[in-house]
């Protein structure tokens, strides 16, 4: 019985690319939110559904015209997660991508030298050009966040 890691896995799956690494993350990310999506779900009452059935839409357009919008604060919520994970992320892309290609936490590991000797204002300008796009859309995004803590704060 032959025992597989997973960058020889990977690379019998040919998921040892950019494109390979996004289904990897895909499959690891999904737990994380089906578990929030399921929760922020089943706390949407009932009567909210049921007054849209009793308006006349049917299954799907209640889905997309009424709960779908209830969804942005939470759909926000997983997405700031998932990026912030994905952004900061070493150790997967280094076992599975190989050295093809390289992420931004792999890129700045690559700064320290050998013996110990590091380049300390080329690794200090490369991490503040990493946090840069990371804060960016976290300050555009944490709006919703609060919007959506509001709007469930409030129950009538």
Do not use: H
């Amino acid at each position: 019985m032959v025992m597989f890691t997973m960058s020889k896995m990977a690379n019998v799956m040919r998921l040892d690319n950019p494109v390979g690494i996004i289904v990897i993350y895909l499959g690891f990310g999904a737990g994380l939110s089906v578990f929030i999506f399921s929760g922020f779900i089943k706390s949407i009452p009932l009567e909210i559904e049921e007054a849209a059935r009793m308006d006349g839409c049917n299954p799907i357009q209640t889905f997309f015209l009424i709960v779908f919008p209830i969804l942005k604060p939470i759909t926000i919520t997983v997405a700031i997660l998932n990026t912030m994970w994905i952004w900061n992320d070493y150790l997967l892309p280094y076992l599975v991508i190989g050295s093809n290609y390289r992420t931004i936490p792999i890129a700045v590991q690559y700064l320290q030298g050998g013996y110990g000797s590091k380049d300390m204002g080329a690794m200090m300008a490369m991490l503040v050009l990493a946090i840069i796009p990371i804060v960016i859309f976290y300050l555009t995004m944490q709006r919703y966040i609060i919007e959506g803590v509001v709007a469930g704060a409030v129950k009538g």
